[in-house]
């Protein structure tokens, strides 16, 4: 998984080229770091911000515009859907903050937090990607 081809979008690129967010080195890292996660993730521009999706489902997208941190809004898509009984994953490293047992939120205000972190993101967003599809009723 290291080694495989990373692909970001232009779309996305040239999006952030306009927006000039405050944490934009922070943004490229965190890009890289979940298109690499998975080979069967893609970035879209959705939300003003860039957006990951497995199997053509909207699961992960990025809050850049945020005053003091980026943020990665996990989800299951933009229609609302029937809440699991538990949380969609164990996120044992206690990296999210839970919104609903299908949303949460991963915050970064610096580099060195995303450095710190990236095997538990890492992670996450390949426990996320199969607990959506799997929880994802139609």
Not at 108 to 123: G, H, Q, S, V, Y
Request: glycine share 4%; hydrophobic share 40%.
């Amino acid at each position: 998984m290291a080694n495989q081809p990373i692909h970001l979008n232009t779309e996305v690129t040239a999006l952030l080229d306009t927006l000039n967010p405050p944490f934009r080195n922070e943004i490229e890292q965190l890009r890289h770091l979940i298109l690499s996660a998975d080979s069967g993730l893609t970035e879209n521009v959705k939300w003003n911000g860039p957006n990951y999706c497995f199997d053509n489902e909207d699961r992960i997208t990025m809050r850049v515009q945020a005053p003091k941190q980026v943020q990665l809004i996990f989800h299951r898509g933009a229609k609302v859907k029937e809440q699991p009984k538990d949380k969609l994953i164990k996120d044992e490293a206690g990296l999210l903050a839970w919104k609903e047992n299908d949303r949460a939120i991963a915050s970064f205000k610096n580099m060195a937090e995303i450095e710190n972190r990236k095997e538990d993101l890492m992670t996450n967003v390949r426990d996320w990607i199969r607990a959506a599809a799997s929880n994802n009723p139609g």
